[in-house]
């Protein structure tokens, strides 16, 4: 569903429908605020223009369920990758399928260099693989993290990258250079979820632990915590302000567990934290 932000408050504006399985992730168009692109379980990416949200602009099929998803920085091209580590790339134009390339390691999350001359795939060894874009020939495995490298997010200006691993550590790495600029861990479970702010100074941080953290990027200072009921599987920055959504896992019961039938169920709760 698309929501906006207006008064202090989240109110829906429409619900796109048309997917036939849970949707794994939505991503904006990184220069057309209207157009929105969405993956699911259904093995399909679908293309959405919010002015006729009614229908899709385009419905493409891929191969195996695509767990995640980036733009290109000029719009001309959206990378998929799936959970048989296929990653994919489709002309935003065309809506073909241009390329893909079968990793031999497990791909978790994608995205392209400042310069988009290189792709990043952070991995289950820990590395982050980096390849030549669009030839996709290997160029460097950058060692990052003693466990699985889970999240992967560059600041907005492209001049650093986090990774977040399932050692619990939050690495910072300076684009160009390819070094470690800097290391925290306050979390205890594995990170599996990154967020700069429209700046690039702070950096949300979510796990399995019931919180979530906010630090300087420079130092790792925690700047904030905020508690939450359940974990948080996603934190998303606003553009502009200093205004972090995220979405925990919250169990709704049914009454007291004691004496109600009522199995619990599970329902995804969109929350808004403001500095």
Known sequence: SIQSFKEERLSREFSLKGHEDAVEQVGWHPSDPNILSTVSADKTLRLWDIRTPQKT?????????????????DGSTIAIGNKDDMVSFVDYKTHKVVSEKQADFEVNEIAWSADERHFYMSSG???VHICEYPSLEPVFQ??????????????????????????????????SELACVNS????EWPVRTLSFNHDGRLLASGSED??????????GEKVATIPCNAF?????????????A??????KHGGDSKHSR??????????????
């Open 57 to 73: 602009v385009a419905c493409i099929s891929t191969k195996g369920e695509v767990i995640n998803m980036t733009w290109r920085g």
């Open 125 to 127: 060894n820990g590395s």
């Open 184 to 187: 925290y861990s306050r979390l």
């Open 262 to 275: 009522e199995s619990e169920k599970s329902s995804g709760c969109v929350k808004l934290f403001g500095l």
């Open 210 to 219: 019931l919180v979530i953290d906010i630090a300087y990027v420079a130092t």
């Open 246 to 251: 995220f979405v925990t896992d919250d169990k």
């Open 232 to 244: 948080p599987f996603c934190v998303a920055w606003h553009p502009s302000d200093n205004l972090l």
């Open 142 to 175: 950058l060692p990052a993290h003693t466990a699985h490298c889970i999240c992967l997010k560059f600041t907005p200006d492209r001049r650093y990258f986090a990774t977040g691993g399932a050692d619990a550590l939050i690495n910072i790495f300076d684009s």
